[in-house]
């Protein structure tokens, strides 16, 4: 059975915010802050040097127990064993993916609107990441901003857990949480953050404060 993975924070990686340090060492310093899942995403790398990297930062994750899933390239997940992929609605079908990956990694799909949430299979997909919800400049092709009553409607017909994803920040993340979410799912507020481990912390700070109200 698929141990699904502490959905609480996810780092979603971007190379150019996170040149400064790389890719490993800001998701060490997101991690030590109290990111649980780091997610590694990058539309431009070969997949010869994205596999590299993502054997890297799984080596370094392994050991603190945070599982690395790998955004869109089924072939760069399997070859660096990352516990899990993340694909969207157009990246192919959840079922081929879930044939390629076998059942022990974990598989997350996009959801981006009511007509996306037929293709959530639970038997086939482990979770979902549910956005934008707020526009997001870090992706240029996402749909339109779900807004927080959209978000709270969509994820309460999911049957499974999901994160948020899209414009969260410190300041929106403990209403975000509050829609339902397991989880949130963050590039900028973390990845182009002058200290990632205290943008990390604020943001489950907020997390705390969003699921106790
Ligand atoms: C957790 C999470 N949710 C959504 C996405 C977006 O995936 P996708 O729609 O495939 O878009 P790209 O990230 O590939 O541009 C995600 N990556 N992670
Ligand atoms: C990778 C991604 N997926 C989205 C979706 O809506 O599916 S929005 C997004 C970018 C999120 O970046 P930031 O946290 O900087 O807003
Ligand atoms: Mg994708």
Redesign the pocket.
């Given at each position: 059975m698929r141990r699904l993975p502490d959905l609480t924070l996810m780092l979603?990686t971007d190379a150019a915010m996170m040149a400064r340090r790389g890719v490993v060492e800001t998701s060490l310093a997101a991690v030590a802050g109290g990111v649980t899942v780091v997610q590694l995403?990058d539309k431009t790398a070969s997949d010869e040097s994205l596999t590299a990297l993502a054997r890297a930062l799984r080596e370094s994750l392994a050991p603190l127990g945070v599982p690395l899933i790998v955004n869109d390239r089924v072939n760069v997940a399997i070859a660096a064993e990352a516990e899990g992929l993340h694909i969207?609605q157009e990246d192919g079908s959840p079922a081929e993916a879930r044939a390629r990956i076998g059942t022990e990694m974990i598989l997350g799909l996009?959801v981006?609107g009511p007509a996306d949430v037929a293709t959530v299979d639970p038997a086939v997909v482990d979770y979902v990441?549910l956005?934008?919800v707020?526009a997001?400049?870090?992706?240029a092709d996402?749909?339109p901003p779900l807004g927080l009553d959209g978000t709270r409607a969509i994820g309460a017909t999911l049957g499974l857990p999901w994160v948020a994803?899209?414009?969260?920040d410190v300041g929106n993340a403990a209403a975000i949480i509050a829609t339902g979410a397991s989880g949130l799912?963050?590039?900028?507020?973390i990845?182009?953050a002058d200290d990632p481990r205290a943008a990390a912390a604020e943001l489950r700070a907020a997390i705390q404060e969003g699921r106790v109200a």
């Open positions: 979603v995403r969207g996009s981006t990441g956005g934008p707020i997001s400049a870090t992706k996402a749909a994803i899209g414009g969260i799912a963050v590039v900028s507020a990845a182009a």
